[in-house]
């Protein structure tokens, strides 16, 4: 397995008025925040109903020379913080950058120190991609493959010979809140899928793959790793 690429996504959901989310929103804190990891755009949508503070193409680290911008996003909300960072150390990275917004934050606001850490509940989300020794129709159980074969025999005509190739696999997690604290909060999750696909439009011999899930990154790249080892040798 070879990875090019890994986005890493963590939400934080927090109960009502816990997150300093005004103070947050203040300008003193908007600017120190944008210049402390230098993120290339704010947006702090007072304007809206349900505003919204949103960092763009950040840093990691506080005064740090790196122009990667790993930090594709950070969003607060007055219940939720949501951080997206494409880096190879997955949530390694988006817990590095939690860590160090909470510094430069508990500086800039004077507020308590670990509030970031006081959340009720959190989820994970991994985009990865990369390659995989695996040839697309080996996944498929081999009766469904004989029978996508004889559809692709059915379909040949003296005319075109079809190719046959797997679209991808994917199943869906509906997220039953079981927490009575969590119900008691109105808390609730969006379906989430896991998908396994080859990559649109890269030739097949690459062994080009998208993958995505729920899970933390670490996990996944496990998972993927376990799924090349069984369906490299079929």
Same mark, same amino acid.
């Given at each position: 397995? /070879?990875?090019?690429?890994?986005?890493?996504?963590?939400?934080? &959901?927090?109960?009502?008025?816990? #997150?300093? %989310?005004?103070? #947050? +929103?203040?300008?003193?804190?908007?600017?120190?925040?944008?210049?402390?990891?230098?993120? /290339?755009?704010?947006?702090?949508?007072?304007?809206?109903?349900?505003? *919204?503070?949103?960092?763009?193409?950040?840093?990691?680290?506080?005064?740090?020379?790196?122009?990667?911008?790993?930090?594709?996003?950070?969003?607060?909300?007055?219940?939720?913080?949501?951080?997206?960072?494409?880096?190879?150390?997955?949530?390694?990275?988006?817990?590095? %950058?939690?860590?160090?917004?909470?510094?430069?934050?508990?500086? +800039?606001?004077?507020?308590?120190?670990?509030?970031?850490?006081? %959340?009720?509940?959190?989820? *994970?989300?991994?985009?990865?991609?990369?390659? +995989?020794? &695996?040839?697309?129709?080996? +996944?498929?159980?081999?009766?469904?493959?004989?029978?996508?074969?004889?559809?692709?025999?059915?379909?040949?005509?003296?005319?075109?010979?079809?190719?046959?190739?797997?679209?991808?696999?994917?199943?869906?997690?509906?997220?039953?809140?079981?927490?009575?604290? !969590?119900?008691?909060?109105?808390?609730?999750?969006?379906?989430?899928?896991?998908?396994?696909?080859?990559?649109?439009?890269?030739?097949?011999?690459?062994?080009?793959?998208?993958?995505?899930?729920?899970?933390?990154?670490?996990?996944?790249?496990?998972? !993927?790793?376990?799924?090349?080892?069984?369906?490299?040798?079929?």
């Amino acid at each position: 397995m /070879e990875t090019r690429s890994v986005e890493a996504t963590t939400i934080r &959901i927090f109960e009502r008025d816990h #997150l300093p %989310f005004w103070d #947050l +929103l203040s300008r003193d804190v908007v600017d120190g925040v944008t210049e402390a990891f230098r993120f /290339e755009d704010v947006d702090t949508g007072q304007d809206a109903d349900d505003p *919204a503070l949103t960092f763009s193409r950040g840093g990691l680290d506080p005064n740090d020379s790196d122009r990667r911008r790993a930090v594709r996003s950070l969003t607060i909300d007055d219940r939720r913080i949501e951080v997206v960072v494409s880096d190879p150390d997955g949530h390694a990275a988006v817990g590095r %950058f939690l860590r160090n917004f909470a510094a430069v934050a508990g500086e +800039l606001t004077g507020g308590p120190a670990g509030w970031l850490d006081r %959340f009720q509940t959190e989820t *994970a989300n991994t985009v990865w991609v990369g390659q +995989l020794k &695996i040839d697309p129709l080996h +996944l498929l159980d081999p009766r469904v493959r004989a029978a996508a074969q004889r559809v692709r025999r059915d379909c040949k005509t003296p005319q075109y010979d079809p190719l046959l190739s797997l679209k991808g696999l994917s199943f869906r997690l509906t997220f039953n809140i079981t927490d009575p604290k !969590l119900l008691e909060s109105s808390v609730y999750f969006r379906d989430r899928e896991f998908r396994l696909e080859p990559r649109f439009g890269v030739p097949a011999e690459e062994r080009a793959w998208f993958s995505s899930s729920p899970l933390p990154s670490d996990q996944h790249l496990a998972l !993927l790793e376990q799924i090349e080892t069984e369906y490299a040798q079929k």
